[in-house]
């Protein structure tokens, strides 16, 4: 860019030259307008993605939701799952401003998450009434890498309006231990859940699946034990959520539940384990697809992969792929390992 433009003696003797000369910078000057407005429309891959804001679908229909009819009809429900691509920015937000509708609706609103432990509930709980700092609530709480970006902005909307916010995962050390087939440390048993399940059902087929379908070679005997790590977040994610119903049993508040959209998806996981715990409980369901940025405008909600994607939940966000995920070739709806962060829906 620099050699584009150089320095030019400037002719004396004649009109002539002043003119060439003129006419040369003139040209110069244009060329490097045309090429800056060319690369400000070009965008890193990380502003494209920020300027590609999803869509939202009725299941069942197809028909396009605004995000406050998508929350009207997620209103209805007791209990709403919010199923993610955890390494979505534009899923997150639109998380957050579907959150925001649904308050509007149902000020009662409770959030419960996946992404903290229900051993630091306590933290949180003295972190969103005021009695510790954020600097002290994150020292302790063992926030996901993906925290500030992503999750901070609920959180610290829950904060300003005095929501209750629920630590509703099991400790990433139990869930391990058992991936392993090793006992949880006896000062852990208290975290456990009451009741824990693991049925060989289609939850479990699907799970077997998912994990030997992305290039995995896993035994039979670790991906049973694997699976039971699966189940037992479920579990504990479910019996926070039921507590939190069991509080008030008089009027049981909205429970809005953000986690990966296999915990969720066909109300399977959690939602299942909800759902035996409080058979009355009416679940809403979201997920997300993950799309190229550039079809997400003409995207086709009756055409695949939407039509597959809509099958399971009730409402379906659709959001642009992001490039970490594409360059990696990472799975879009693959469980997190016990102990690990894994990046995809799980």
């Not at 048993?189 to 994990?211: I, V």
Request: glycine share 6%; aromatic share 6%; charged share 25%.
């Amino acid at each position: 860019m620099s050699a584009m433009i150089r320095r030019t003696h400037v002719p004396t003797g004649t009109g002539q030259s002043v003119k060439i000369w003129r006419t040369f910078l003139l040209a110069g000057l244009l060329l490097m307008s045309m090429q800056a407005a060319v690369l400000a429309g070009k965008g890193s891959p990380a502003e494209k993605i920020e300027d590609a804001s999803p869509r939202i679908f009725d299941s069942k229909t197809g028909q396009e939701l605004t995000v406050a009819r998508a929350a009207e009809q997620l209103a209805r429900a007791d209990a709403v799952f919010l199923g993610e691509n955890h390494d979505s920015g534009p899923g997150h937000q639109l998380q957050l401003e579907l959150i925001q509708a649904l308050h509007q609706l149902r000020p009662d609103l409770v959030i419960s998450l996946e992404m903290f432990e229900r051993d630091v509930q306590g933290t949180l709980r003295d972190y969103l009434s005021g009695r510790i700092d954020e600097e002290q609530f994150l020292q302790v709480s063992r926030p996901w890498s993906n925290y500030a970006d992503h999750y901070r902005p609920i959180v610290e909307f829950a904060r300003k309006h005095r929501l209750d916010v629920l630590a509703a995962n099991i400790p990433r050390r139990i869930a391990s231990a058992v991936a392993k087939d090793e006992q949880p440390d006896p000062e852990d048993r208290a975290w456990l859940p009451r009741e824990t399940t693991a049925p060989d059902d289609a939850y479990a087929a699907r799970f077997r699946a998912t994990m030997q379908g992305h290039g995995g070679s896993l035994s039979e005997e670790k991906l049973a034990l694997y699976y039971q790590a699966q189940c037992l977040k479920d579990d504990c994610m479910a019996e926070s959520m039921a507590d939190a119903f069991a509080s008030r049993p008089r009027n049981w508040p909205l429970v809005v539940h953000l986690c990966g959209r296999f915990h969720s998806d066909y109300g399977y996981g959690t939602a299942a384990r909800l759902q035996s715990r409080l058979p009355l409980l009416t679940l809403g369901v979201v997920s997300m697809e993950a799309v190229e940025p550039a079809e997400l405008a003409t995207v086709d909600p009756k055409a695949e992969p939407l039509t597959e994607a809509r099958a399971r939940c009730h409402v379906l966000v659709v959001v642009p792929e992001e490039p970490s995920r594409k360059e990696a070739k990472q799975p879009v709806a693959a469980p997190r390992p016990p102990a690990t962060e894994a990046s995809a829906g799980g």
